[in-house]
């Protein structure tokens, strides 16, 4: 688990500054969303948090360690992304080892936590299927498993259940939410969706045209528009 800090964080795309002087502490085992509309900066900041992208100015700490120039194997983050990313010819149980098996884990200990994850995501009936046998929603969740499975100090969700259909994303808000609990991992979630941001997170910074415009619970955001 891990506070995360981002400290007058700039980032520009040429001359073009898409974050400006962003300032965010995420508590240790929160749920913070970062919400606001598409090209607000959402996806960039979430990019530097994870080591994607290149910060122009400014500092992002876990705890009081300054991650700017760690590669993003060495930060310890598992990400989310809206498109899951399943690799098509690998089974689900091998979709969710994959990132053990990058790492030497040993065979006792995948089978012990692709299990895990499976049973809690409620998916361990489908361990031999592969991508194309399964519903939107349990590929949303092979996706999580994947990254539970690392054991990460850091989730980073980027807009991950936007493409579902209404009644399978109400679903899979309790599911996500009730997971990052379970696990008490500090958890980054970036949504447009205002109803995803209030009915999940423990705090939301409102980003606008690359500034923070508001943070708060969702009662100070939701209560002072
Ligand atoms: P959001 O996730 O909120 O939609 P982004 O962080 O993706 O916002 O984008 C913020 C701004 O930066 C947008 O104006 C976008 O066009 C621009 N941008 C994002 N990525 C790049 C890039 N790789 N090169 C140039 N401009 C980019
Ligand atoms: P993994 O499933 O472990 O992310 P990949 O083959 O996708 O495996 O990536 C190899 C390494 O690069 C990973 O260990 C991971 O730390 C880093 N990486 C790649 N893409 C991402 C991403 N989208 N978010 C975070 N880290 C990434």
Redesign the pocket.
């Known amino acids: 688990m891990a506070t995360v800090t981002i400290r007058n964080v700039w980032k520009y795309y040429g001359e073009t500054p898409a974050v400006k002087d962003l300032n965010i502490t995420c508590p240790d085992g929160s749920f913070v969303s970062i919400l606001g509309p598409s090209g607000c900066g959402k996806s960039s900041t979430m990019r530097m948090i994870?080591?994607?992208e290149h910060i122009s100015s400014g500092d992002i700490l876990f705890d009081d360690v300054r991650v700017n120039d760690l590669a993003?194997?060495d930060?310890d983050?598992?990400?989310v992304?809206e498109n899951y990313a399943l690799y098509p010819h690998k089974s689900v149980y091998e979709n969710i080892a994959?990132?053990l098996r990058?790492r030497d884990v040993k065979e006792a200990t995948i089978k012990e936590r692709v299990e895990g994850a499976a049973k809690l995501l409620e998916i361990g009936h489908l361990l031999g299927r592969r991508p194309h046998e399964l519903s939107g929603g349990q590929k949303q969740r092979v996706a999580i498993g994947?990254a539970i499975v690392?054991e990460p100090k850091l989730f980073?969700f980027d807009e991950p259940i936007a493409h579902l259909d209404a009644k399978l994303r109400a679903h899979m808000r309790g599911e996500i939410k009730h997971l990052q609990r379970t696990l008490g991992t500090t958890m980054v979630y970036v949504t447009h969706d205002q109803l995803e941001a209030l009915s999940m997170a423990d705090y939301i910074a409102v980003m606008h045209d690359g500034e923070l415009q508001q943070w708060g619970t969702p009662s100070e955001i939701f209560n002072n528009p």
């Open positions: 994870a080591g994607l993003p194997k930060r983050v598992a990400m992304f994959n990132p990058l994947r690392r980073l």
